[in-house]
């Protein structure tokens, strides 16, 4: 007899694989961007897209918050974008009644009051503007005027950033980029999706994704996701291998004391445990597993370690420094590994 | 997770948990023993191996044990490591590809503080949890039984255990061949050297006087120190010095009589003696030194029916001690008066024993033996034989009747009128008395009876005769110590069985007499002294070459073993030829003394007394080395 957890479990799991599948007939390929974006909604935190110009990234978003029934909102940011332009500013009312009722300003609010916003390529604006959307992701609210405004929940905030051009850029600081729980690499598309992508878009239009999801599911994932369990031992290997991310750690291996000035973090950890919580739910799975911290290890800790002199030298990625880390950090203590591993008993 | 079964009624999770973890714990305590008992049979190959090889016999079957220790060591090392319920469940998971279901279905029980409990996670985790226990393990079944109890490096056990039965069933190889030492180097080791008990017998010797008694006791205790010190091991050379010491020191007592500035007073003694006819034999005796021939010429004196010689004997004995004493040689003068003494001792008892044969004969009361006992009495006139009388009188008046004992009565007491009451005279009364009663009669035959156990020998007698015992001992003493023995004597009827356990005793019994073919010298005395602890692999070989010659056949206890052989007897010539000895010396004397060549009373000192005597060429080697010192 199944419980009730059990069936919000495989809702949830139904949910959300018929989300993936919604945004499939849209966005060709990309299943792993797809899913580690889908992490992000779950978890409750905000994703970072990094990839080409052209591969989807843009249109990914909008699928999803088609098929999510969520205002949508697009921040293009270029260098003379403003704060005021992201987040709203008070505008002199023209209208003659409400002047005459005394109301002179009114609140314009800006595109990131939406719920699904993405702030495309976020790395061409200025630090200050850039700041303004940080500050509202961190406290999902926004002072305007002296009025401070909550944002509607869910609030999900898509950046993106173009890893080409370095003129005219203003790379996101690193103590910013960690407001971001995950760092989501768009790679380029196969020659059968890249074929598919010709069709689609070369073609007749394609019909609008069906809305799989609404506001009340989305905050329901988010609840669920939460009540995930994760088991001491879980919690003790993701602990175990943000710390050996710290250089001057006693666990870091040798590979991190080289390209390493800085290690992921107590929020590398944070975002590490909730990112595997989402990955279990979406799995149907009330518990965490070894395999679901190990996979959400790349999304939740790239852009939170930061390379050392050498470590850019060399041209090291930290995707590489990543796959060290789980290499040297055993899941398991390595007795139980040892006989787990050993050939079949008799 | 499709490889897991889905169960509508899935079985509690406890019930399915607590088996295996209890499966997994065992099998891991069973690897461990089992890793434990194969090491024990390692160490107890290796020290097997060198328990062959070092001849211990008991070690090499010890690798059974090891392996059993080696056990019980596993079997502690497993419960020290026992895993805890969070390592079976992360076993469990791995195996089951569980993604930690188990892991976390157990950690739910442990208690949390101030977290509220979710029940309806609880029952679906457990859910999960049971359903990977019961499901299908990818790797297939065997997995979840538990981890491998069998490794490869327990073959080692089967190696280790087919090497203990080689080296088990394998002979002990033979012992190392100990090249013999230097003669005389090595340590010998006697828990008891027969011989030695007469040199301490010395402490019980009466004495004649306090600084001699001081002497006998400071020999023995020497005796003593050596037993003790042989017993715990003593180097050869040094036990035969030490033994040669204690002999010459006993000589030199032997010898001490009217020594030095008594020397004077023995010889006015010895003169005086030697004037007078019936005691010129004691004289020589006396100057010689020999007090067991002294005393010996004495006894006859006494034994003797004529009383003349007996009375002259007397008187001059009296004269010889007065002559020592004005010479100051106190030593002979009280030597001289014990003498007398016992010469008057003695011939009471050999008139009272020829009075009472003569009084039974007269009565009819003699038996046969008495009356041969008496004759030989007269013939021998030494004190066994009036010792075998008076037993032979003594057993004769148990069978007497009354009528005979008064019949007897009546003769002693008519000889006693005859003789009157001098000499045996009260004695004849006595008996006479004696025999009125049968009470009386009693006392008389336990009377005669310690007379036949008396010995009336002289003091210096006897303490020649202990002293000379001691040399003896020291001899044979001398010869247990000397590895392979003495040097066999020839015997005309070829080699004669000896006791072999006695070792060099037959040296003693060869000293009996070059007639006799003494009992045979076993040339392989380290057979017999090898119970005493004898070096092993010492002594000469028959075969030549160092080797074992002990055989297979028991020692022969040869000493009742009388010898096959039927020699041709030399008969009693003497063999000519001169003899350097040792000789006191005398003011104006030489000191080469004529022998007279009789290699029969040829003593252990006499050097050199071979080469000038008739021994035949082929024998003088072997005479010579037993004749040494």
């Known amino acids: 007899m199944t419980t009730a957890l059990e069936g919000q479990l495989a809702q949830a799991a139904a949910a959300v694989a018929s989300l993936r599948d919604a945004v499939g007939r849209v966005v060709v390929g990309q299943q792993e961007v797809v899913g580690q974006v889908l992490l992000g909604l779950v978890a409750g935190g905000h994703v970072l897209l990094e990839g080409a110009p052209g591969l989807g990234k843009t249109l990914l978003v909008r699928t999803l918050a088609q098929c999510l029934d969520l205002r949508f909102s697009r921040i293009q940011f270029t260098p003379d974008l ?95 980029l960690d407001r971001f729980l995950l760092k989501v690499v768009v790679p380029n598309p196969s020659e059968a999706e890249l074929c598919e992508v010709l069709v689609r878009t070369t073609g007749r239009a394609t019909a609008a994704p069906p809305k799989v999801m609404g506001q009340a599911d989305v905050l329901a994932l988010r609840s669920l996701c939460r009540e995930v ?60 597993g070894f395999q679901d911290v190990a996979a959400v290890a790349k999304p939740a800790l790239r852009h939170r370690l930061l390379r050392s002199f050498e470590g850019e030298a060399d041209g090291t990625s930290t995707d590489t420094i990543v796959d060290a880390l789980l290499t040297a950090v055993p899941a398991r203590p390595a007795h139980v590994h040892a006989e787990s591993s050993a050939p079949v008993g008799h | 997770m499709s490889h897991l079964r889905s169960n509508g009624a899935a079985r509690s999770f406890e019930a399915l948990f607590v088996p295996r973890a209890r499966d997994v714990r065992l099998r891991l305590a069973a690897r461990h023993a089992l890793s434990g008992a194969v090491a024990g049979l390692v160490v107890g190959v290796v020290v097997a191996i060198a328990a062959w090889r070092g001849g211990a016999t008991t070690l090499r079957a010890s690798a059974p044990a090891t392996a059993l220790v080696g056990v019980g060591a596993g079997i502690l090392f497993a419960r020290a490591r026992r895993w805890s319920d969070t390592e079976v469940a992360l076993y469990l998971d791995d195996v089951t590809g569980s993604a930690e279901a188990i892991t976390t279905a157990v950690e739910l029980r442990k208690p949390t503080d101030g977290v509220p409990d979710r029940e309806d996670l609880r029952r679906t985790v457990d859910a999960k949890a049971a359903l990977a226990l019961e499901g299908e393990p990818p790797l297939g079944p065997l997995r979840l039984r538990g981890p491998a109890v069998w490794r490869r490096v327990h073959g080692l056990g089967a190696l280790a255990l087919l090497a203990w039965s080689v080296v088990v069933l394998q002979p002990m190889p033979p012992p190392p061949v100990v090249a013999p030492g230097a003669p005389g180097a090595g340590t010998i080791t006697r828990a008891d050297v027969v011989g030695l008990e007469r040199a301490l017998a010395l402490r019980h010797l009466t004495a004649r006087d306090d600084a001699q008694h001081q002497r006998l006791e400071a020999l023995a205790k020497d005796a003593e120190r050596l037993r003790d010190d042989l017993r715990r091991g003593l180097p050869q050379r040094e036990a035969q010095d030490r033994i040669a010491r204690l002999k010459e020191a006993i000589t030199e007592e032997r010898l001490s009589l009217g020594g030095g500035e008594r020397r004077a007073g023995l010889e006015s003694a010895t003169s005086r003696l030697g004037r007078d006819a019936a005691t010129r034999g004691a004289a020589k005796a006396l100057g010689d030194l020999d007090l067991q021939r002294f005393d010996e010429e004495m006894e006859r004196i006494a034994n003797q029916r004529e009383a003349e010689d007996r009375a002259s004997a007397r008187h001059t004995l009296e004269d010889a001690a007065a002559a020592a004493r004005r010479e100051r040689a106190e030593d002979v003068a009280r030597a001289l008066d014990e003498e007398r003494q016992s010469l008057d001792a003695r011939a009471r008892r050999a008139e009272l024993l020829r009075e009472l044969a003569e009084a039974m004969a007269s009565s009819g009361t003699a038996s046969e033996e008495v009356g041969k006992l008496a004759e030989d009495l007269d013939a021998r006139a030494s004190d066994a034989a009036a010792r075998k009388l008076a037993d032979a009188m003594g057993r004769a008046l148990e069978k007497l009747t009354p009528e005979e004992r008064e019949r007897l009565a009546r003769k002693l007491a008519e000889q006693r009128q005859r003789r009157g009451s001098a000499g045996a005279g009260g004695d004849l009364k006595e008996m006479a008395d004696a025999l009125k009663s049968p009470e009386g009669q009693k006392k008389l035959e336990e009377r005669l009876r310690d007379m036949a156990r008396e010995d009336m020998a002289g003091g210096e007698s006897k303490r020649s005769q202990g002293l000379e015992d001691a040399e003896e001992g020291l001899d044979e003493a001398e010869g247990q110590l000397v590895p392979g023995g003495a040097v066999p004597l020839p015997s005309q009827g070829g080699p004669s069985h000896g006791s072999g356990s006695q070792g060099n005793g037959a040296q003693a019994n060869g000293q009996q007499g070059s007639g006799q073919q003494g009992s045979g010298q076993q040339g392989n005395s380290s057979q017999a002294n090898g119970a005493q602890g004898d070096t092993a692999g010492s002594g000469p070989s028959r075969g030549g070459g160092p080797g074992d010659h002990q055989g297979t056949t028991a020692p022969v206890q040869g000493d009742t073993l009388t010898s096959r052989a039927r020699p041709k007897a030399l008969g009693a010539r003497g063999m000519p030829g001169s003899v350097t000895t040792f000789v006191p010396g005398r003011a104006g004397g030489s000191t080469v003394v004529p022998s007279t060549g009789d290699l029969a009373t040829a003593r252990g000192r006499e050097l050199s007394g071979v080469e000038h005597s008739d021994v035949p060429e082929e024998y003088r080697e072997q005479v010579r080395q037993y004749f040494q010192p």
């Open chain 1, 82 to 176: 403003m704060p005021s332009d992201v987040v709203g500013t008070n505008v002199l009312v023209m209208d003659p009644a409400q002047r005459a009722a005394g109301t002179l300003f009114a609140v314009q609010k800006g595109p990131i009051f939406g719920q699904i916003v993405l702030a495309d390529e976020i790395n061409r604006a200025t630090p200050k503007t850039q700041s303004a959307l940080l500050e509202a992701m961190a406290e999902h609210a926004v002072t305007l005027a002296g009025t401070r405004h909550v944002l509607d929940e869910p609030f999900f905030v898509l950046a993106t950033e173009n890893p080409i051009e370095m003129e005219g850029t203003y790379p996101l600081p690193e103590a910013q």
């Open chain 1, 229 to 288: 369990l994760v088991a001491e031992p879980v919690l003790r290997y993701a602990a175990r291998l943000v710390g050996a991310s710290e250089p001057g750690g006693p666990d870091a291996p040798p590979e991190v004391r080289r390209t390493l000035r800085f290690g992921a973090g107590v929020r590398g950890a944070q975002s590490l445990v909730l990112a595997a919580k989402a990955k279990a739910l979406l799995d149907g799975r009330p518990h965490v």
